[in-house]
């Protein structure tokens, strides 16, 4: 079963706007990661974030943890039409070594 | 450096075919995870590897999967007398692994379609 949801589920926005994506959780975690995944084959990690963080940031891309909600977002500033992609956010469980993804938001930047 | 690779990359069969699923991962990860993808859905985990031994089965579906990882690098996904549902996208990645918690790195994937 899958833990995270995103939303929204579909975004569509003109290229050099910001992109927010949002996700929500369920169970305690211990970090949460942010993937892309291009024409549904191999996810590329961008960026985590441990539990005990509030805010990363790594090149255009601004991520936020705020674990008393249960919710994260990741935020892509300046878009590009190469970010047209889908973005998961994972979720690292206590206890665990494995991930767990949510549905994830398509993400179209349009020229 | 190189990063995780996954053979084959397509795989069709036929429903009651046993299929094999490779997955090589990065130089120097110990721990090794695969995923399964379906349509319009994120991955779901599957198995987990910490060195040669399965820390984490449970998101096996069924007696039908099994996987191993004999020297504590290439693993290989097995799935007996397949069925439709099967068909999806595998997954496979690889950490650092040890304390803690790791970035994973994912392969391309092998897209497997059960006729």
């Known amino acids: 079963s899958q833990q995270g949801e995103e939303d929204p589920q579909a975004l569509s926005i003109q290229e050099g706007e910001n992109a927010t994506m949002n996700c929500s959780y369920k169970?305690?975690?211990?970090?949460l990661q942010w993937y892309r995944q291009n024409s549904g084959r191999g996810l590329v990690h961008l960026i985590l974030?441990?539990?005990?963080?509030r805010e990363k940031h790594s090149g255009r891309l601004r991520v936020t943890l705020d674990t008393s909600k249960k919710s994260s977002s990741l935020l892509i500033t300046a878009s590009r039409a190469a970010d047209t992609a889908s973005y998961f956010c994972a979720t690292g469980v206590q206890g665990a070594q494995k991930l767990v993804f949510g549905q994830g938001t398509r993400l179209t930047i349009n020229p | 450096g190189a990063g995780v690779s996954q053979t084959p990359s397509n795989k069709v069969t036929e429903k009651g075919k046993y299929v094999e699923l490779r997955c090589d991962p990065i130089?120097?990860?110990?721990?090794l995870y695969w995923y399964r993808q379906s349509l319009g859905q994120g991955p779901e985990f599957l198995i987990y590897f910490q060195g040669t031994g399965a820390a984490d089965d449970s998101g096996l579906p069924n007696d039908r999967f099994f996987a191993v990882r004999p020297e504590g690098s290439v693993s290989t996904l097995k799935i007996q007398r397949t069925e439709r549902g099967d068909s999806a996208v595998y997954l496979c990645a690889s950490s650092l692994g040890g304390t803690g918690f790791y970035e994973q790195y994912f392969g391309p994937g092998t897209r497997l379609t059960v006729t």
């Open positions: 974030i441990r539990s005990n963080e």
């Open positions: 130089s120097g990860h110990t721990a």
């Open positions: 169970t305690s975690i211990n970090n």
